[in-house]
């Protein structure tokens, strides 16, 4: 890949971040401003970026269009909305489908919950591999070989007490997900949300968030 390509792409990364000038950015990207600037303008030209008052960068238009296309681009996307509609009408919360890209699990659509209290997310946001349950029912569909690999090389981040901290945790979790469908977030992830998730096919999967104080056991 071309290095300016390659650039172009920190760019748009670091403006999905938020906002920034072209001080900030070429200080981030450490490449001159000129450079950066060049880049800048070629986005801006093709409405990838643009600026504000300020002159601070953002996030164009052309991208929401483009992400709005790829996901109409996914079949199981269509085939599954319907369902997570039905479901968040019956149960009010929050219902997302996830999937695989490469080795990230990305949400790929979401119905918001009709309570105050919520989780948040986002389409396009990606789910820990190793703390959420949307995860843990696509790696426990895979061959034990595959889930050996990718558990190997996860930074098993500690985000609270129930976090799993090691592959041989994650591995034994994935087995008990792959004999009994479906899989919870105990407050791993979030201390404040719970989550279970049946298997919805090989390809995605989809989750429901709620809060541990609507959940009965």
């Known amino acids: 890949?071309?290095?300016?390509?390659?650039?172009?792409?920190?760019?748009l990364a670091e403006l999905a971040a938020k906002p920034a000038t072209l001080d900030e950015l070429a200080s981030k990207a450490s490449v001159h401003k000129t450079t950066v600037m060049r880049l800048l303008h070629a986005m801006e030209e093709k409405r990838f970026v643009v600026r504000d008052e300020d002159q601070r960068f953002?996030?164009?238009?052309?991208?929401?269009?483009l992400s709005s296309l790829a996901l109409?681009?996914?079949?199981?996307?269509?085939?599954?909305?319907?369902?997570?509609?039905?479901?968040?009408?019956?149960?009010?919360?929050?219902?997302?489908?996830?999937a695989f890209e490469g080795n990230d699990v990305v949400y790929i659509?979401?119905?918001?919950?009709?309570?105050?209290?919520?989780m948040y997310s986002r389409i396009g946001l990606t789910a820990s591999l190793h703390s959420a349950a949307v995860a843990k029912v696509l790696l426990a569909d895979m061959p034990r070989s595959r889930q050996e690999k990718i558990a190997a090389g996860l930074d098993y981040t500690r985000i609270t007490d129930t976090?799993?901290?090691?592959?041989?945790?994650?591995?034994?979790?994935?087995?008990?997900?792959?004999?009994?469908?479906?899989?919870?977030?105990?407050p791993s992830t979030n201390p404040s949300c719970t989550a279970s998730r049946p298997p919805f096919a090989t390809r995605a999967a989809p989750s429901w968030p709620q809060p541990l104080v609507r959940y009965r056991w």
Not at 163 to 186: F, K
């Open 1 to 11: 890949m071309s290095q300016s390509l390659m650039r172009a792409i920190d760019l």
């Open 58 to 65: 953002m996030l164009g238009s052309k991208l929401f269009e």
């Open 72 to 98: 109409e681009q996914r079949d199981i996307r269509k085939v599954a909305h319907p369902y997570l509609a039905e479901l968040n009408g019956k149960t009010g919360h929050t219902v997302h489908l996830a």
């Open 109 to 118: 659509d979401k119905f918001e919950s009709h309570h105050p209290v919520r």
């Open 163 to 186: 976090t799993l901290t090691s592959p041989e945790a994650l591995l034994a979790e994935l087995e008990q997900v792959r004999v009994q469908g479906w899989a919870m977030t105990t």
